[in-house]
């Protein structure tokens, strides 16, 4: 398994408000640095990865923050692409057969999470995602979304929360025929036919998309050595 990662860093941002009026969500600081560098510090556990950052609103503030570095910066012109579009887009960059997503709007407390997909991902799965128990989530209002059976056999259901983020195959997003689309559509394709896995993360997640978010997320890392 080649690692290669793709952040999604390409939304509007407009759950944060008058926060994002002059930068995209993931520059916005969460106990002193931006959102997308608490994602990275995960990423740089793996110093042989392919990166890759979407970018769309106030793009070229993505691509100042990774100038230099081996970051690939993918911008989505002229239209927003949803999680599904970006990551086909971005396939010539990545050019992996199997693929890391993270959102870059969370706060992790915990091991690390590319780590912990990782080590549950069999060759023979298509799509794993790595979901919060919900006594373990902060700052997440709302149901749940996944069940896990004993299996690693993931339902639509109530008891965990999906995390943002996965190891899903290319192919399965290069063969679907929609340039705009949600990566939610190739999982309800593969939850229907029993495909679907999904795996619990140890630790606690904050989900910093609100202002709130922020409070919540400085609070829990004062807790922990992050």
Known sequence: MTDAVMLFAAGFGTRMGALTKDRPKPLVKVAGKPLIDHAMR?????????VVVNAHYKSGQIID???????KVSVETPQILDTGGGLKAALPLLDADVI???NTDAVWDGPNPLRVLKSAWKDD???LLLCVPKAQTIGHAGMGDIDISPNGRATWGIETIYSGVQIIRSDIVSNTPENVFSLKAIWQKLE???KLKAVAYP???CDVGHPDGITLAEDMLRTTDV
């Open 42 to 50: 995960f990423v740089r556990d793996f110093p042989d990865a392919r």
């Open 65 to 71: 923050f990774f100038d230099g570095t081996d970051v």
């Open 100 to 102: 890391f997503t993270m």
């Open 125 to 127: 799965m298509q799509a």
């Open 192 to 194: 229907a036919n029993g």
């Open 203 to 205: 630790g606690r997640w």
